[in-house]
């Protein structure tokens, strides 16, 4: 797998990640727990705007993958990610710990 299609994947599950905590927080009412409650609505239509990055994300990571292997080259305009590396998995591990011990302690 590419670096650029690897960054990819891991940014659309994070932000998938991130939607899916906030409608569940909001489906159970424990949103307001959270945030001020005068806010609680406007949070919860952000998770529609991680949805919608999340799957453009995911559809970037789909085309990148397709054109490495077609032997398609890509346009050139944007810039190689660094490769996957320790560094960057500690910092998506910052991304993702907060995420999983919220999913895990939700009603907590």
Known sequence: MPSTALHQTVRSVLLFGFALYVFRLARLGLLAHYVEPEVAAYVGWSAWGLLAM??????????????SRSGIAACGCEEEPAPFRMKEALIYLLFALPLLVGMMLERA
């Open 54 to 67: 999340s799957l453009h994300q995911a559809r970037q990571a789909w085309r990148s993958l397709s054109s």
